[in-house]
């Protein structure tokens, strides 16, 4: 058998290429190491029948309408608007920081946009040009909020401190001065109603695309004929580490399950303490919709081993990626798209839309 293309990863930017590729009338191959479709927004019914993300929590969220109309051919959707909740010293506080999070935690009683714009004004360290992201936030909101928010996270998060990652990290964070308490403010911001799987289920299910999961695309590559291949796995394994090895962060994932209808406050709560070794802690429930008397959870524990999941943004990951990205340009017949072949911090919505571009 000939193919057109070889898709490597079953993710969102292998399943979205296939699915485009394959309704020009491409014949596609998408090999997938896993034993599921989806990458990291793979979903399933756990033990307990509550539907679940094996990966942590995924919300859909877009500013993009050409990727909301193009997802929306394979799934419909559930109105969702993300809530976190930052536990600080046993109590909750809504973050991003807003002024209910200032108002509680100084006992101040801002009632006003302007009253808390000059609070920050007040605390704020004046950065002439921000390198990193702990001036990212220290600019905004001055030296405690970023002690008591963010510090001790991100150092659970990613294995380094705040000021050795790039202001784009904690960029994502917004600051606010109103009582908006949802976590994202995209036009669009909903979950797939059935869930993900579901939803990359109707992408891939086309006559041009064959699918091979629990395969290394190592073990077949020389095996199978194909005109172009498109990689989404992590860039540096793609050629055998010779620059070395591109810092990936990884997950692991403890379950729990709670013969309640709900358990936490929130979608997720932030562990931004020290006293804490995980991260946060998410009720799926929240996010899907699903009607049950009982409950499951994630907790997530922070780790360099294991599958990659974020890539690690600063300079000097970056310049490593920069070898292997001109090293990946010289090969005409692949292209290296995602979250992990890009060594980009993408959102779901932003990979889509890239692909959308290229096809
Ligand atoms: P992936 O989903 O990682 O897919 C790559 C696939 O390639 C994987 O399935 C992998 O098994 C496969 N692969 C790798 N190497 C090989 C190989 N050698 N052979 C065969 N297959 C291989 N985004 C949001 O928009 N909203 C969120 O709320 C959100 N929350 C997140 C929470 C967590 C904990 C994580 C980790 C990510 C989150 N994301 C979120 C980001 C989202 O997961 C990514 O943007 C998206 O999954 C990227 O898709 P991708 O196809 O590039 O990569
Ligand atoms: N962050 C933090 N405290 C919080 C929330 C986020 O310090 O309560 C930091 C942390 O470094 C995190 C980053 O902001 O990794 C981005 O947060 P986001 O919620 O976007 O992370 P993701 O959902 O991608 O894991």
New binding site residues.
């Given amino acids: 058998m000939k193919y057109d293309y070889l898709i ?7 399943a979205v290429a296939a699915e485009r590729l394959a309704s020009k009338g491409n014949k596609v191959l998408v ?4 034993s599921h479709i989806g ?3 793979y979903d399933e019914y756990d033990e307990h029948g509550i539907l679940v993300h094996r ?7 877009t500013n993009s309408k050409d990727v909301f109309d193009y997802l929306s051919q394979f799934t419909e959707w559930r109105f969702y608007e993300h809530r976190v909740l930052a536990q600080l010293n046993g109590e909750l506080y809504p973050i991003p920081i807003n002024r209910t999070t200032i108002n509680k935690l100084y006992g101040k009683n801002f009632r006003t946009d302007e009253e808390v714009r000059r609070f920050f004004n007040s605390v704020r360290k004046n950065i002439n040009t921000v390198t990193n992201s702990e001036e990212k936030i220290v600019s905004q909101i001055g030296e405690d909020l970023f002690e008591k928010f963010f510090k001790r996270y991100t150092k659970k998060q990613w294995g380094i401190e705040a000021n050795q990652l790039s202001p784009s990290v904690l960029g994502r964070i917004p600051v606010r001065t109103n009582t908006d308490d949802r976590y994202f403010t995209d036009k669009y911001q909903f979950m797939p109603k059935e869930g993900y799987t579901k939803m990359f289920e109707r992408m891939l299910n086309q006559k041009n695309i064959e699918i091979m999961l629990n ?4 073990t077949i590559v020389n095996d199978v004929i194909f005109d172009k291949m498109i990689y ?3 860039i540096d ?1 793609f050629f055998d580490y010779k620059f070395g090895k591109l810092p990936y962060r990884s ?1 692991r994932f403890e379950w729990e399950h709670f013969d309640e209808e709900f358990h936490l406050k929130a979608t997720s709560h932030n562990f931004v303490g020290n006293e804490i070794e995980f991260t946060r802690k998410t009720e799926y429930k929240y996010m899907t919709g699903q009607k049950s008397g009982t409950t499951t959870l994630s907790t ?1 524990y922070p780790t360099s081993k294991g ?1 990659p ?2 890539p690690i943004p600063n300079d000097e990951n970056y310049s490593l990626y920069q070898k292997y990205k001109i090293e990946s340009q010289k090969l005409k017949n692949v292209e290296f ?5 890009e060594y980009k911090y ?6 889509v839309g890239k692909v959308l571009l290229l096809w």
């Fill in positions: 490597v990863g079953a993710g969102f930017a292998g090999v997938e190491k896993r990458g990291n927004a990966y942590g929590p995924h919300i859909f969220h395969t290394d695309y190592k989404t796995g992590p394994s997950i997530e599958d999941y974020y798209i995602g979250r992990l072949a993408y959102n779901m919505d932003q990979v």
